[in-house]
Structures are given as C-alpha cells and as structure tokens.
C-alpha cells in the first residue's frame, strides 16, 4: 500500500516537471512530447488509483485515455509535420 502511495508522489512530481518543460519548452516538438508524457503520467496514476481502491472502471478510463493522447499526438505529428 505504501508504495502506491509513493509512485503516485512520483507521478505527481514528474507530471509537475513537465508542466514546466511544457511552459518552457523551446520548440513545438519539445512541448507535444511533454504533453503526451503528461497523459502517461495521468494514466499511470489512474492505474495507481485503480489498485489502490479495488474498483476496475479507472483501468477502463486509463485505458481510453491512453487511445486518445496517443491519436492526439498523432494528428499533432501530422499537423507538424504539414501532411495535415
């Protein structure tokens, strides 16, 4: 139990970091990356939270979460790309 609790801390401190990578970041491709590790970051969490109550549904969130920032950063990909 103590060690949910602490990846999830972790998570939390990541997700912060790349907020400010997000702010910050020099190029457009840095800042898409940082967005998307954010959406990992709240997925991880969402499976952290998942274990540490016992109820299923927050993997079935996690895992539509997933599907839609990974067709997010797609179409961001291909906007940035020009193909779009």
Known sequence: MIEIVCAGIICIVLALLLMLRVYKGPHVVDRAVAA??????AVSALILFALLSGRSIFL?????????????LVFISK???GSL
Not at 36 to 41: L, N, P, Q, V
Not at 60 to 72: H, N, R, T
């Open 79 to 81: 906007y940035l790309e």
């Open 36 to 41: 998307e590790e954010i959406d990992t970051m």
């Open 60 to 72: 079935d969130i996690a895992i539509v979460m997933a599907l839609l920032g990974f067709v997010g």
